[in-house]
């Protein structure tokens, strides 16, 4: 699933992604599937949502690559 947000004002990134956070807690308290977020660099215009989309993915190849050697 990839989910796009936009933000008007780049100072609440840090507040999403503690909130992101606090869902990932709760998801991992259930026993149901695994949940992994990867969240990429805010840019300016739409054009930058395939660099950001990609800065996503690659902290994801990165938690997967972490987690299979653990």
Known sequence: ????????DPSGLLEF???????L?????WDGPP??????SLFH????ISRS?????QSLKYL???TKKA
């Open 35 to 40: 949940l992994r977020l990867g969240v990429g």
């Open 64 to 66: 997967a690559n972490r």
């Open 53 to 57: 989309y990609e800065e996503a993915i």
């Open 45 to 48: 215009g739409i054009g930058h």
């Open 17 to 23: 992604i503690t909130k992101l956070k606090s869902i």
């Open 1 to 8: 699933m990839t989910i796009l947000i936009s933000m008007k």
């Open 25 to 29: 807690t709760e998801w991992d308290s």
